[in-house]
T-cell receptor, first 113, second 116 residues
Framework: SQQGEEDPQALSIQEGENATMNCSYK?????LQWYRQNSGRGLVHLIL?????REKHSGRLRVTLDTSKKSSSLLITASRAADTASYFC?????????????FGKGTTLSVSS | EPEVTQTPSHQVTQMGQEVILRCVPI?????FYWYRQILGQKVEFLVS????????KSEIFDDQFSVERPDGSNFTLKIRSTKLEDSAMYFC??????????????FGSGTRLTVV
């Protein structure tokens, strides 16, 4: 089954606007993580939210988690051109540590100045 | 800030050849992983490694793949006989045990493998 499906697939906004990306998943999780990937580069961990948390902030990032709906959202406030990248949610299932993260297909964000 | 280092950044190989992708995880991390990303597609899990043995592997990780931690610092992925469809970006990652992890996994910058 697919885990961590993001929407929209692509998002184009102007600098200064907020960007919201959503992620849905199907099975239980221990935590949910958001990663960023600049074109052709590695994955950079942005924020982790545990299954017993509902909201978390880190700088201009705000993540929410609704385990009853099996969904999460990532909000980037006051976006900058440098935020242009692909953003992925990844679910960490329950069970022993070292279990695979399951990534979604990602949202490609373009921020124009 | 500690980094996961991967070498080489790009490797081109002939179909049927063996390749070894190398990674140096963060020194105090205990779990090590390989993921791959075919161009334009999602990041896929290959294998996780803990305490000198495979902890979990996906269907992709068949007999052509193997992992090794030959010394205290390196973590390698070997593909014995490469196929065209092995062309992808391969990412190494490492993490602490979940109980102590509040900041997710640390990924390397990847090795782009091109099989011709």
């Amino acid at each position: 089954s697919q885990q961590g499906e993001e929407d929209p697939q692509a998002l184009s906004i102007q600098e200064g606007e907020n960007a919201t990306m959503n992620c849905s998943y199907k099975t239980s999780i221990n935590n949910l993580q958001w990663y960023r990937q600049n074109s052709g580069r590695g994955l950079v961990h942005l924020i982790l939210i545990r299954s017993n948390e509902r909201e978390k902030h880190s700088g201009r990032l705000r993540v929410t988690l609704d385990t009853s709906k099996k969904s999460s959202s990532l909000l980037i406030t006051a976006s900058r051109a440098a935020d242009t990248a692909s953003y992925f949610c990844a679910t960490d299932p329950p069970g022993q540590a070292g279990t695979a993260l399951i990534f979604g297909k990602g949202t490609t964000l373009s921020v124009s100045s | 800030e500690p980094e996961v280092t991967q070498t080489p950044s790009h490797q081109v190989t002939q179909m049927g050849q063996e390749v070894i992708l190398r990674c140096v995880p963060i020194s105090n991390h205990l779990y090590f992983y390989w993921y791959r990303q075919i161009l334009g597609q999602k990041v896929e899990f290959l294998v996780s490694f803990y305490n000198n043995e495979i902890s979990e592997k996906s269907e992709i990780f068949d007999d052509q793949f193997s992992v090794e931690r030959p010394d205290g610092s390196n973590f390698t992925l070997k593909i014995r006989s490469t196929k065209l469809e092995d062309s992808a970006m391969y990412f190494c990652a490492s993490s602490l045990p979940r109980a102590r992890a509040s900041y997710g996994y640390t990924f390397g910058s990847g090795t782009r493998l091109t099989v011709v």
